[in-house]
Every structure is written in C-alpha cells, then in structure tokens.
C-alpha cells in the first residue's frame, strides 16, 4: 500500500510563508490523486487543496485560494502545497491524502493518510 510521510510544518509569522512537502512509497504513485487537509483543535478536518491523478485538474479551498499552490513531481514521489501570505487562522495539523486517480473535496476517496504535520503562525 501507499505510505505518506509529510514534512515542512514548524512555526512561522503571519504574512510569511512555509513549503510542506508529502512523500510517497508504494505502488503507482502517478495514478493517484493527491491533497491536502488540515485539522485545527476543536475544529472538524477540512479540505484544502487536491490534485488530480495527471496534475490536470486542481481544486482549493476558499479561505486558501490565491494563497497556497498545490503541486506535484512524479519522478521524485512527491507533492508539495506552497503556502503564502499565511494567517494565524492557518494554524492546524496537515495531513497529506491520496486516492486512486482523484480526491474528493469531503475526503470520502482517500485511501491513505500521512500522519500530519503541525502548522503554527504567530501573529
């Protein structure tokens, strides 16, 4: 099976900005759709950005939109969410996602998590 492993998350000021990064090992990572959700205490997981299986298609959350870039690089295993201009309303664990070919904004699709990694901006 697929196994994700994030890195990147750590402490920031509002306004600046973090890379995270998700690797993954197993079968077929091209075929998989990817993203991104984040989890904030006493707040329900939510959706953040997704890409698709080919990098064709991608979708972002709307308090994210304009700020983070999602990405991918298939010969390395790996895709990345570029996050800027960041709020301390960011401020949650992300989780790295995958499902075969694409990922559904509720998550409902994924079939693998990575075990998160904490975001944190200061104001």
């Known amino acids: 099976q697929v196994q994700l492993v994030e890195s990147g998350g750590g402490l920031v000021q509002a306004g600046g900005s973090l890379r995270l990064s998700c690797a993954a090992s197993g079968r077929t990572f091209s075929n998989y759709g990817m993203g991104w959700f984040r989890q904030a205490p006493g707040k329900e997981r939510e959706f953040v950005a997704v890409?698709?299986?080919?990098?064709?298609?991608?979708y972002y959350a709307d308090s994210v939109k304009g700020r983070f870039t999602i990405s991918r690089v298939d010969t390395i295993n790996t895709v990345y969410l570029q996050m800027n201009s960041l709020k301390p309303e960011d401020t949650a664990v992300y989780y790295c996602a995958a499902a075969l070919y694409a990922i559904s904004r509720d998550g409902t699709r994924v079939s693998h998590w990575g075990q998160g990694t904490q975001v944190t901006v200061s104001s």
């Open positions: 890409i698709s299986w080919n990098g064709s298609t991608k």
